[in-house]
């Protein structure tokens, strides 16, 4: 190996006996030693571009979608819990007509859901949310965002 002394006096080491004078080793240029520089300068700039891992990928996921059914006269399942952003979707398999409106004065309502028809509502921020029946009042749920 070749071994270089290099100071850190302008002067030179000649011109000093000063103990800041530094021994730095070079390592020999073979073609060995710059396949294994290229191979892990490759690696490096490979790790840089890597795609984000599935747990930094995890925090970003696509809302969901929940369903209720409304037959025999409720809403099944009565009580659903959700992801904030996700989407709850009723719809009506009764043979009767029905409606999904708040309970919470917040102002959202189906309207009349006849049979086969459905109805979508995401919810963007977290609470329990309590709706019912308009036509039928004793039939009610909560949408628990969490």
Not at 86 to 98: A, I, K
Request: overall charge positive.
């Amino acid at each position: 190996m070749k071994r270089r002394t290099v100071s850190a006096d302008p002067a030179g080491p000649a011109a000093s006996a000063d103990p800041a004078t530094l021994a730095v080793t070079t390592l020999p240029a073979t073609p060995l030693f710059r396949l294994i520089a290229a191979l892990l300068a490759a690696l490096s700039l490979g790790l840089l571009l890597q795609q984000p891992s599935a747990a930094a990928s995890a925090s970003v996921r696509p809302a969901a979608e929940v369903i209720v059914i409304i037959e025999d006269g409720r809403f099944v399942p009565q009580n659903v819990t959700i992801r904030r952003g996700d989407t709850v979707r009723w719809t009506n398999n009764d043979r009767f007509d029905h409606t999904v409106t708040s309970s919470d004065g917040l102002g959202w309502d189906s309207g009349v859901l006849t049979p086969g028809q459905s109805f979508r509502r995401a919810f963007p921020v977290h609470g329990v949310f309590r709706y019912h029946d308009r036509l039928n009042p004793s039939i009610t749920g909560t949408v628990a965002v969490r």
